[in-house]
């Protein structure tokens, strides 16, 4: 069955870097159809997605909050994905996922996706 197995969160003073990986198991289908994205939710507040990436062109998308600061990026030959998180700041605390999904309208479809089929255990991030 299809896992999502994330890693690399943990602790960081505001201002620093962490990346997280995604290591993405025994995906089924078209592998250039996948939208894979990083969602975060912090304590109380409601799960937002923040990036996007799409297999079909490589195209990527960020919320406002993250954009500059963020990146998501795909490894083919480790069959991961991951997020490089620069100059982290306290309101970046949460629990972050990873996510993916078939798309059947390409990069459009894609970004505006908000409900996933598959989806990671999740991993802490606290920014200080």
């Known amino acids: 069955h299809v896992q999502l197995v994330e890693s690399g969160g943990g602790s960081v003073q505001a201002g620093g870097s962490l990346r997280l990986s995604c290591a993405t198991l025994r995906l089924i289908g078209n592998l250039n159809r996948y939208c894979m994205a990083w969602f975060r939710q912090a304590l109380g507040k409601e799960r937002e997605g923040i990036a996007y990436?799409?297999?079909?062109?490589?195209?990527?998308s960020y919320a406002d909050s993250v954009k500059g600061r963020f990146t998501i990026s795909r490894d083919n030959t480790k069959n991961t994905v991951y997020l490089q998180m620069n100059s982290l700041k306290p309101e970046d605390t949460a629990m972050f996922y990873c996510?993916?999904?078939?798309?059947?309208?390409?990069?459009?479809?894609?970004?505006?996706?908000?409900?996933?089929?598959?989806w990671g255990q999740g991993t802490q991030v606290t920014v200080s």
């Open positions: 990436f799409y297999t079909g062109d490589g195209s990527t």
């Open positions: 996510a993916a999904d078939l798309v059947w309208a390409g990069s459009r479809d894609c970004f505006s996706r908000r409900d996933f089929k598959y």
